[in-house]
T-cell receptor
Framework: GEDVEQSLFLSVREGDSSVINCTYT??????LYWYKQEPGAGLQLLTY?????DMKQDQRLTVLLNKKDKHLSLRIADTQTGDSAIYFC??????????FGTGTRLTIIP | NAGVTQTPKFRVLKTGQSMTLLCAQD?????MYWYRQDPGMGLRLIHY???????AKGEVPDGYNVSRLKKQNFLLGLESAAPSQTSVYFC???????????FGSGTRLTVV
């Protein structure tokens, strides 16, 4: 079955770039998502990328997709304290439910 | 536009008690989902629905039941609560099954 892997923790100094990585096993994945969960809240959709794209940029966020290695990353430029959260990647083949990773807790060091 | 609303936000149950968690969405979404979130385990799908009147099991359905009598509501029931069901429960909905999900703010349930 499908599997989505993420590191559990990442610490980054304020102002630096954060790179959160995700690997998946389903080569048929067509949509890949990044969600953000702030403390005590639900998940919010941050951004997504179609499998026919290599990169997507949205202000401080850059998503990179390497289909050959089944590797997805989220880069947050100029990381701020408000970026502290758990980040989940998720994948789907488009007509099926999303499969979520375990989430990466991003901690910002002042 | 409220999106996905979950009630209650917090609840403490004694072992063996029953309760129902309510999820309501106002986006006319066909698909609805119930997840539980436990530390280090990410999100695990309990049950889901692909439309009014339908329900299906997810990866951890035991001890839970669901109903979708109206398109906008998805209820999660615990008939006899156990301490292992202590968790944060999230409801989500989507227009397409593989589309972006909209999540509620969660229900924190403690079973003592």
């Amino acid at each position: 079955g499908e599997d989505v892997e993420q590191s559990l923790f990442l610490s980054v100094r304020e102002g630096d770039s954060s790179v959160i990585n995700c690997t998946y096993t389903d080569s048929s994945s067509t949509y890949l998502y990044w969600y953000k969960q702030e403390p005590g809240a639900g998940l919010q959709l941050l951004t997504y990328i179609f499998s026919n794209m290599d990169m997507k940029q949205d202000q401080r966020l850059t998503v990179l997709l390497n289909k050959k290695d089944k590797h997805l990353s989220l880069r947050i430029a100029d990381t701020q304290t408000g970026d502290s959260a758990i980040y989940f990647c998720a994948e789907t083949r488009g007509n099926e439910k999303l499969t979520f990773g375990t989430g990466t807790r991003l901690t910002i060091i002042p | 536009n409220a999106g996905v609303t979950q009630t209650p936000k917090f609840r403490v149950l004694k072992t063996g008690q029953s309760m129902t968690l309510l999820c309501a969405q106002d986006m006319n979404h066909e698909y609805m989902y119930w997840y539980r979130q436990d530390p280090g385990m990410g999100l695990r799908l309990i049950h889901y629905s692909v439309g009014e009147g339908t329900t299906a099991k997810g990866e951890v359905p035991d001890g839970y039941n669901v109903s979708r009598l109206k398109k906008q509501n998805f209820l999660l029931g615990l008939e006899s609560a156990a301490p292992s069901q202590t968790s944060v429960y999230f409801c989500a909905s989507s227009r397409l099954q593989g589309g972006g999900y909209t999540f509620g703010s969660g229900t924190r349930l403690t079973v003592v």
